[in-house]
């Protein structure tokens, strides 16, 4: 396969929120299939509990992703807040301590795209950062291979209110087990740009700007992710970052019907400003993919992921986020 990546080596796999399209995400069963699966990275989202423990969720509130809601004695915890602007109602990790979250179990949070994940739902407990990065290492010292790390700030700037704070943690930790500098296998994501402008003060490791196909970046209200995406604003994210990591429609856009287009040109421009794309999220459901690489009506059957896969290399994307990293790492690398 022609490579046409920043650096010339081949695009990465980054397991999203571990092997999600087989087990309930942001478990350590999850992440542990990922690695067998072949990911280069395996990614964790972090939020916090009311005694600041980073733990893997993908939002702080957790109904969707914990049995929380079947827990009579936390019943009372059920309140509404507004995060990053948007108004949610549940339960929140920072209102549970990590004793009290270590007595939940996951939960698939797409059941009616993935029931076979249901026959988890139960098994697993919510696993702190600390235990996620054991687990690397853990299987580091038994092959010899050393995994990857790509952890996202979740709602930093809202947890500061509550004096919960990310980074201090975040790199200790990562430095304690290993993933300390530029030449080391770890990335830090966010979607707000105060927060990775903090940590580049703070770290040499690799930060990557996370855009959306629409809005801004929570922390900055002048600034929309389009202007960001501009000439200008690539070259103002590379004051800070090493990378962006858009939605995968701003690399390559679907037509009326849903139909793969052309790629947008955004990753030469990246790549122009001296930095990395990572496009998120690859799903092999059809309910997910654009309709030529489809392969029947049913949502929940799998399509053509790796069709899907191969037009984004094609385009030069230096690496990928995929809930699938057995079908991504054989897009890829085989």
Do not use: C
Not at 96 to 105: H, I, S
Not at 118 to 123: A, R, S
């Amino acid at each position: 396969m022609n490579v046409k990546t920043l650096t010339g080596a081949p695009p990465v796999i980054i397991a999203h929120r571990g092997a999600s399209g087989e087990r309930p995400e942001h478990t350590l069963a999850a992440y542990q299939l990922a690695i067998e699966q072949g990911a280069d990275f395996i990614e964790p989202d972090l939020v916090l509990t009311r005694d600041g423990v980073l733990v893997a969720r993908h939002e702080n509130e957790i109904s969707e992703t914990t049995d929380v809601a079947d827990r009579p004695e936390f019943a009372a915890r059920r309140t509404s807040k507004t995060i990053d602007g948007q108004e949610y109602s549940g339960w929140f990790t920072e209102d549970f301590t990590l004793a009290e979250l270590k007595m939940l179990r996951a939960r698939e949070r797409l059941p009616e795209l993935r029931a076979a994940n249901m026959q988890y739902d139960g098994q697993y407990e919510v696993p702190t950062f600390e235990e996620i990065l054991q687990l690397l290492q853990k299987h580091e010292k038994k092959s010899g291979k050393r995994i990857g790390v790509y952890p996202e700030t979740k709602h930093p700037g809202y947890f500061a209110t509550f004096g919960l704070d990310h980074d201090e943690q975040m790199l200790k930790l990562l430095k304690t087990y290993g993933y300390d500098g530029q030449d080391d296998p770890v990335f830090i994501q966010s979607f707000e740009v105060g927060n990775l402008q903090a940590l580049n003060d703070k770290t040499g490791i690799r930060l990557v700007q996370l855009v959306a196909s629409e809005g801004g970046p929570p922390d900055r209200a002048d600034l929309s992710f389009a202007s960001m995406l501009t000439a200008d604003g690539l070259k103002e994210i590379a004051t800070y970052a090493d990378g962006i990591g858009p939605s995968k429609d701003l690399v390559i856009g679907r037509n009326a019907v849903g139909l793969l287009g052309k790629p947008t040109g955004l990753v030469d421009a990246a790549h122009k400003a001296g930095l990395l794309v990572h496009p998120w999220t690859f799903r092999r459901e059809n309910h997910f993919l654009p309709t030529d690489f489809k392969s029947g009506i049913d949502p929940r059957d799998a399509g053509d992921l790796a069709g899907e896969i191969r037009a984004y290399v094609a385009a030069g994307v230096d690496g990928l986020f995929s809930d699938n990293p057995a079908q991504a790492v054989s897009a890829v690398k085989q």
